[in-house]
């Protein structure tokens, strides 16, 4: 057995530097510093493989790890090159495998794809670079390939795996069109299924074998969708500019087809439907969140449970009389206060690969055989977790000073009265598309910040703020321009709340908040004079107009885009809205994080706000580190990180204020 699986097989009490560690006494930082070592597992057609990625050698590399299920022993690793990472891994037959590659910038931004596709057999052997900007170089027809430069991405597959998947690409040399093919991954041949003249769009495959939808966001970021009829692309008006229509899928019946649906940016529904949208039925809706984690069977598949986007994640069954339904329901109860998270069946339904977990739990991966019901455990994610002495994470609403619905998440420290307590804001990165939600590892969130604080003592409060994700696209577009207004407002209606509930102590909150996160803390602390003691900004923004001139966001054309989008180009907006212009309203101690090597919020960033603080007289520290990007990744500067930031609230809102 490998090093790695056998360290996440071990009980947590193994691996805590105090096995008895109980109520509120403080777990080492070791423990909240250790990365998710082993993630994004899929089960192979014939059920006797699993394949999975690893984060090696302290979050530093990563590997396509692949595992007999027979006996777990002799892995093969697929090493990927520095900063690289399998982003997307999918089985296209029993013995062969494709990743969508990715490169990462830090721990607080989730990896970057790429736009490379690369494949192998399950034992190391016949790899090939299938598409990619370095195609004509590093694939085994790459002198046929010298035009291949752009960004391809996995776009769906046939019913029965048989080494083939659809393949949609962006080519650089025609910046204005959208491709779709039907990729043989073992000759590494294709042939053009699809094609549209407009760039970004993604397609749905009919059962046919060709291109019958194409959808996306134009360069009004309007949603456009058109329809393949008789050999023409027809635009279909399936919603107003601000909703969307994503197909998903076909159903058993290969007529209709189930999707996910927003008439006007509003959290989207999930749909079947007849192809040219007549007969629609809604399968599951809720006006305040998005429809999410949907829960399919074995195939043909069939959606036949999900969870909503904010709150507490209660399973709603769509049909509970399906065989899978009930499994599900079977399961739910014997893991009581977890979601049951069906990941995928073998292609004859005979094994379940399902992840149980919560606000508590990071993750254990099982396997069930479907016929006998027998469940045999993988492996944990975290395994130096214990989740009894994690914190609950309990779902709360308010109403923003506009009269806006917002909801968001506090963490309580556990064995504490929950009156008084003082409290921590941490703001979410992003801001935009990003959110907070109940899990302990969720979509777009790690909660381990919140985990470390409140077993301190501690209580945190996460605001889903106006541009965060799960509540529809038009809640999205709400923070568009807002960077430094509407969204720091709901971020401090918040901590008012949390104030009239007397859950915090007025005297004691601090904010406190990583990349976007940081941005805010410097803000919230600018527009909210004398509500926070202290704040700490690590790898924040400070400068926005500097995000025009440096920083891996201006490098691309999209990147261009979204920056004039969501912040503008009106200097004088940029500056009214950039802490280091605003360093002499801050009246609080200031930390402040960065990485050296950091290419989302530059070095420079950090500099800026250390200048202007200087300027300002205002009082400061720092922390530091070469070496490290968005975010840090070495477990030993995490760490320091924690210690610091343990000892900076403790003098200013803990027992030594």
Known sequence: MSPILKRALLPAAFLLP????????????????????????RLSPDGQHIALRADLDNGKTHALMIYALNDMAHPFMLRMPTNELPNNIVWVSN????????????????????????????????????????????????????????????????????????????????????????????????????????????????????????????????????????????????????????????????????????????????????????????????????????????????????????????????????????????????????????????????????????????????LIDTRTYKVSKLFSVMPEIDPAKMASRRPIRFTASDGKELEGYLTLPPGRPESDLPMVLLPHGGPIDVRDDWFYVGEDSDNTDAQFLANRGYAVLQVNYRG??????????????????????????GVKWAIDQKIADPKRICVYGGSFGGYSAMMTVIRAPGMFKCAVGFAGIYDLQMMYSKGDIKSRKSGRSYLTTVIGKNDADLAANSPDK??????????????????RAPIEQFKAMRDALDAAHKPYQTLVKPGEGHGFYDEKNTVEFYNTLQAFLEKHIGKGA
Do not use: C
């Open 582 to 599: 605003l360093a002499d309203k801050i009246d609080v101690p200031v930390l402040l994080v960065h990485g050296e090597e950091d290419q």
């Open 468 to 493: 965060s994700s799960g509540r529809g696209y038009g809640f999205k577009e709400d923070g568009y321009l807002k960077w430094g207004t509407r969204i720091q407002q709901d971020l401090i209606d």
């Open 95 to 366: 013995k062969r495998l494709i990743v969508e590659k990715a490169r990462r910038f830090g721990a607080f931004d989730a990896p970057m794809a790429t736009g490379e596709i690369i494949t192998t057999d399950i034992d190391g052997k016949h790899q090939d670079y299938l598409y990619g900007y370095d195609a004509a170089k590093q694939s085994s027809r790459g002198y046929t390939r010298s035009d291949d430069q752009g960004s391809g991405f996995y776009d769906g597959q046939p019913d029965m795996p048989n080494d083939h998947f659809y393949m949609r690409t962006y080519p650089w040399q025609s910046n204005r069109s959208s491709f779709l093919y039907d990729v043989d991954s073992v000759r590494n041949t294709r042939h053009l299924i699809g094609d549209i003249n407009l760039d970004g769009m993604s397609f749905l495959v009919g059962p046919d074998g060709t291109a019958r939808f194409a959808y996306g966001r134009d360069d009004n970021w309007d949603f456009v969708m058109f329809r393949r009829m008789n050999g023409q692309w027809t635009p279909v008006r399936a919603t107003q500019s601000s909703g969307s229509f994503i197909p998903w899928g076909y159903a058993p019946d290969k007529t209709r087809i189930y999707a996910s649906y927003s008439v006007a940016g509003e959290p989207a529904s999930l749909v079947e439907q007849d192809e040219d949208g007549g007969n629609r039925r809604i399968l599951a809706k809720d006006g305040f969140g998005e429809i999410e984690r949907v829960q399919w069977t074995a195939k043909p598949e069939v959606p036949f449970a999900y969870i909503t986007s904010t709150g507490y994640p209660k399973v709603q069954y769509i049909d509970p009389n399906l065989p899978t339904a009930k499994l599900h329901m079977a399961l739910s109860l014997k893991f009581p206060g977890e979601f049951v998270d069906f990941i995928n069946f073998s292609q004859d339904g005979g094994l379940l690969l399902f992840k149980v977990s919560s606000d508590r739990d990071p993750g254990v991966f099982y």
């Open 18 to 41: 105090s096995a008895n560690v109980t109520g509120t006494d403080l777990i080492p930082a070791e423990t909240f510093a250790h990365h998710p070592e082993l993630s994004m597992v």
